[in-house]
Structure formats: structure tokens, C-alpha cells
């Protein structure tokens, strides 16, 4: 299973590529990160000063970026 966290959850790449990681039987979203936290496909989403936190708990394989800064 590999492990997948999003940062820029809530935009518009963030959303659908959370929806098709969601979709994926060999992936796991396990979080995200954006300027709100939240919940995203059942996932936590943090700030990004609590970036590190989030992933020294949910210990992704892969992180993806899609954040505009």
C-alpha cells in the first residue's frame, strides 16, 4: 500500500487527485495540507506549520505538491 499525502488538498489538482488516489486499491491518503485544515477523503488536513507533525504520524511513502508557492 503506499501511502499518499497532498499538500494544496483543497484546490482544484489537490481535489481530483485525491479522488482518484481515494478510488485506488494499492493507495492510501492518509493526509493533506492547505491554508484550512479540514477533512479530505477521510484524510486529516493540516497548516503548514504542522507539516512535519503530519508526517512523522502518518509516515507517507509519497508526498505530492501542488501548492502555488
Do not use: H, N, W, Y
Not at 489538482?13 to 493526509?31: C, R, Y
Not at 484524510?43 to 503530519?54: E, F, H, I, M, R
Amino acid at each position: 500500500m503506499i501511502k499518499v499525502v497532498i499538500c494544496g488538498a483543497f484546490g482544484r489538482m489537490g481535489t481530483t487527485i485525491g479522488g482518484i488516489i481515494s478510488k485506488e486499491k494499492d493507495m492510501q491518503l492518509v493526509g493533506g495540507v492547505d491554508i484550512k485544515e479540514g477533512t479530505f477523503f477521510d484524510a486529516p488536513v493540516v497548516t503548514s506549520d504542522k507539516l512535519s507533525d503530519l508526517i512523522s504520524s502518518v509516515k507517507p511513502d509519497v508526498v505530492i505538491d501542488f501548492t502555488i508557492a
